[in-house]
């Protein structure tokens, strides 16, 4: 991914008061109107969703900001790789940019391409690539995304792990599921793929740590990869809350480990937990193991029930965005922090996007 080097945000603006940073951003959307979209992830700090046309998970924002085509700024609260995601969905002459290019993905970074590829040719070097399709995690770098495109696989998040799962299962024996070892260790759970035809390739160990024999047999051959914000949580932390609060439901996200998710009431992506607390009766205690702005938002928004963190547990990424810089990136919109993907690796990415919505729409027939 190739991005225009960024200037410094001037110390001016960390001088200027809440309220002003808030009318001043104010200003620039009733100035621009409709050729301007500010996405916004569940993760970030209310102040900011706030201030969002849209509010939702990586890529259903990254499908938004497409949908938007009176629009020439796409403005992405979120961090790197869905960025990336935007900008490769984007329209012609639709510009993507970020108030922070700093704000990265610690578990993105676990699956670099240069790695993929040679686990890849390790696969092949050893005759077990064949009937092996490559699924990567919305949560990736667009080179990764174009990798499973140029190679019949797809994208996937973790709404429909699911069934990219089972649409993989139907071109070829086994699954290539990167960067998120979790994620793919609790969809191989549910699908009830055997717990010895599961393996976990290391890519700091040659061959990932298994013999041919193993990568020959395997069903799923999970990356060795995970979320910091969703491996902060413990069954201690489930087993605590139940004891003190007799009735809890525990919600959680799959990119908890596996433990953490057998001991839950339910399991599932940013907005299946928004969905499970709307629906829940009031009265209800819930205690979610996520990102703890989407809790804390999520407590405001629903008074008539108590809502709780599992566990504090932060992302530190999604915290870099904030008032100051993203009023500093619309006072020099299309100057700064500007998010662009090669066409080559878009055109391939985007082959892999458009496989994942197939796979929704066909589940959503069913």
Same mark, same amino acid.
């Given at each position: ?125 050893? !005759? &077990?690539? @064949? %009937? ?9 770098? +667009?080179?990764?995304? =174009? /990798?499973? !495109? &140029?190679? @019949? %696989? ?9 069934? +990219?799962?089972?649409? =993989? /299962? ?19 759970? =549910? ?176």
């Amino acid at each position: 991914m190739k991005t225009q080097i960024a200037r410094v945000m001037p110390d001016q603006y960390l001088e200027i008061p809440e309220e002003e940073l808030v009318a001043r951003i104010k200003e620039h959307k009733a100035e621009l109107g409709e050729r301007l979209v500010l996405l916004t992830h569940h993760y970030q700090r209310p102040e900011i969703v706030a201030l969002g046309d849209f509010v939702g998970d990586s890529f259903g924002l990254s499908r938004d900001a497409a949908r938007q085509t009176k629009a020439k700024d796409i403005v992405f609260c979120g961090v790197h790789f869905m960025a990336e995601s935007a900008a490769i969905l984007a329209g012609p002459g639709q510009r993507v940019s970020m108030p922070d290019l700093r704000a990265g993905c610690p578990m993105a970074n676990m699956a670099e391409i240069e790695e993929v590829e040679r686990a890849w040719s390790d696969l092949a070097s050893i !005759g &077990r690539q @064949e %009937g092996v399709i490559p699924l990567t995690y919305m949560n990736s770098h +667009a080179e990764l995304k =174009a /990798f499973c !495109g &140029r190679n @019949e %696989g797809s994208v996937c998040t973790s709404t429909n792990a699911g069934p +990219a799962f089972e649409w =993989a /299962f139907k071109r070829g024996d086994r699954v290539f599921f990167f960067p998120d070892e979790h994620l793919g260790r609790n969809t191989a759970n =549910a699908l009830k793929i055997p717990r010895d035809k599961v393996v976990i390739y290391d890519p700091e160990d040659e061959m990932g740590g298994l013999s041919p024999e193993e990568l020959g047999q395997a069903r799923a051959i999970l990356w060795k990869g995970y979320c910091h914000v969703h491996t902060h949580f413990r069954p201690e932390h489930v087993n605590r809350v139940r004891q003190r609060h007799p009735g809890v439901m525990v919600v959680v996200h799959p990119e908890c480990t596996e433990d953490v998710v057998d001991l839950s009431d339910a399991a599932g992506s940013t907005e299946f937990i928004v969905r499970y607390v709307e629906n829940a009766p009031a009265g209800a205690t819930i205690a979610i193991g996520t990102e703890l702005n989407l809790v804390q938002r999520l407590a405001l928004e629903h008074p008539d029930k108590k809502i709780f963190e599992l566990a504090r547990s932060l992302c530190p990424n999604m915290f870099r965005i904030n008032l100051r810089n993203l009023l500093w990136l619309l006072d020099h919109l299309g100057e700064v922090n500007i998010v662009t993907v090669p066409e080559a690796v878009a055109s391939e990415a985007r082959v892999a996007l458009e496989r994942m919505l197939s796979i929704t729409a066909a589940r959503a027939e069913d």
